[in-house]
T-cell receptor, first 114, second 107 residues
Framework: DGGITQSPKYLFRKEGQNVTLSCEQN?????MYWYRQDPGQGLRLIYY???????QKGDIAEGYSVSREKKESFPLTVTSAQKNPTAFYLC?????????????FGEGSRLTVL | EDQVTQSPEALRLQEGESSSLNCSYT??????LFWYRQDPGKGPEFLFT???AGEEKEKERLKATLTKKESFLHITAPKPEDSATYLC????????FGTGTRLQVFP
């Protein structure tokens, strides 16, 4: 079945450690996104990529990094510079052209910093 | 500043009790408004796209409408399986998400 696979679903991290969240899609979508979701807040954009080997910062990129070496893959690294990394992280890809907000989301990864 | 506000934050309904969720927005240059459903611990699932005032979309017990300032998600005769958080998002030069309405439908 076509879709977006995020892993791991749950991740615990000690302060000062970098962690990488995986996002793989087999939908043949060009554009991919990383969002962060916190209680009481709307989804906030971390990074996005519209094409392989190119990506742009979103609204809250500080403390995060990404790569887009393959069309299918868009991993997110949460670095030790991110001050408040505990959150629910969502990967998405876009259906259609750049003028639409129709996104296809993965199941999410919940990161907890101990 | 572009803003999207959803109300109420939470809504409890008896099965069969119809109601509406609201998404109001102040943005410049609306390109589209989108509704999503999110189950606990899952990613959002796309429901509807609305592009212009007066437009309506329906899917089973859900009907989305759009005016120049707000959108409504009407739920007719809801069932417990409609329980979820409903998110709206507005597309201007970027996509802005509201904080969602958490709907609980009791049998």
């Amino acid at each position: 079945d076509g879709g977006i696979t995020q892993s791991p679903k749950y991740l615990f991290r000690k302060e000062g450690q970098n962690v990488t969240l995986s996002c793989e899609q087999n939908l043949n979508h060009d554009a991919m996104y990383w969002y962060r979701q916190d209680p009481g807040q709307g989804l906030r954009l971390i990074y996005y990529s519209q094409i392989v080997n190119d990506f742009q910062k979103g609204d809250i990129a500080e403390g995060y990094s990404v790569s887009r070496e393959k069309k299918e893959s868009f991993p997110l690294t949460v670095t030790s510079a991110q001050k408040n990394p505990t959150a629910f992280y969502l990967c998405a890809s876009r259906v259609g052209d750049r003028l639409t907000g129709e996104l296809f989301f993965g199941e999410g990864s919940r990161l907890t910093v101990l | 500043e572009d803003q999207v506000t959803q109300s109420p934050e939470a809504l409890r309904l008896q099965e069969g009790e119809s109601s509406s969720l609201n998404c109001s927005y102040t943005v410049s240059g609306l390109r589209g408004l989108f509704w999503y459903r999110q189950d606990p611990g899952k990613g959002p699932e796309f429901l509807f796209t609305l592009y212009s005032a007066g437009e309506e979309k329906e899917k089973e017990r859900l009907k989305a409408t759009l005016t120049k300032k707000e959108s409504f998600l009407h739920i007719t005769a809801p069932k417990p399986e409609d329980s979820a958080t409903y998110l709206c998002a507005v597309h201007t030069d970027k996509l802005i998400f509201g904080t969602g309405t958490r709907l609980q439908v009791f049998p």
